[in-house]
């Protein structure tokens, strides 16, 4: 498969996968392809890691449209939603996407959906997991969390938190509201939302607008690097 513009069809979410630890020795080459307002971001860090995982999330993103959109991912146009959600310029080819990432993963969809959203999370031990679990997720999925057996609440937990992410970052909304319950609005918004394990320790969802849609899992680098 040779992902780009043509491979990419009406039903088809496409999800890259890389490493930060695989990137970080482009990361000046990476950067360079950032926009000047991107970089002077980056800079804002206080930790200069912080910095650099933002120079390579954001590089990568670029790098990855650029082979939907065929041209340099240093000339990329990107706008903001209220909440900050990055979006195409409404100039570009019409590519809906949303980029995660947990540790040392990033995850990135594209997709000609309207709308999605993907999260991701390592699965790291929590010390007060049912007090997390009662403040972030909506009371039902924290009831079903509690209830669970010790070895299998921490799962519990990061695939509730994930749907619910994922969901939000699909309309848009962010950390600024939570639905009543995410089956409800899901089928009432006519989404189809996906469990993902992405690689071993880690747990993930997306959500995209319809039901008919499939997903192919792509690794990158993938054949060489896109246009830089």
């Known amino acids: 498969m040779n992902p780009g ?3 990419l069809g009406p039903e088809d979410v496409h999800l ?9 020795p482009s990361a000046a080459q990476i950067r360079s392809t950032l926009s000047p307002d991107e970089r002077d971001r980056a800079d ?25 959109l065929d041209r340099d991912a240093g000339a990329i146009r990107f706008t903001y939603g209220p909440f900050g959600k990055p ?6 080819d019409a590519l809906s996407f949303s980029l995660a990432h947990s540790q040392d993963l990033i995850v990135c ?8 959203g993907i999260d991701i999370e390592f699965l790291r031990p929590l010390p007060d997991l049912d007090g997390l679990a009662a403040r972030f997720l909506v009371r039902q999925d924290a009831d079903s969390v509690r209830a669970l057996p010790m ?19 699909a309309t848009g909304a962010g950390l600024t509201a939570a639905p009543a319950a995410i089956d409800a609005a899901l089928d009432a918004a006519g989404w189809k939302l996906e ?6 320790d880690y747990v993930g969802a997306l959500v995209a607008e ?15 690097s896109a246009r830089g």
């Open 87 to 92: 979006l195409l310029d409404p100039d570009e």
């Open 195 to 200: 469990t993902l394990l992405a690689v071993p």
């Open 5 to 7: 513009a043509d491979s």
């Open 16 to 24: 890259w996968r890389a490493h930060v630890h695989e990137l970080a």
């Open 109 to 116: 969809a594209v997709s000609r959906r309207a709308a999605l």
């Open 44 to 68: 804002r860090y206080r930790l200069s890691k912080d910095g650099e995982a933002f120079v390579i999330r954001r590089g990568l993103l670029r790098a990855i449209l650029s082979r939907y």
């Open 151 to 169: 070895p299998r609440r921490l799962a519990a937990f990061y695939t509730r938190w994930t749907r619910q992410e994922a969901y939000l970052k």
């Open 210 to 224: 319809g039901v008919d849609w499939g997903v192919s899992w792509l690794d990158w680098p993938l054949n060489g």
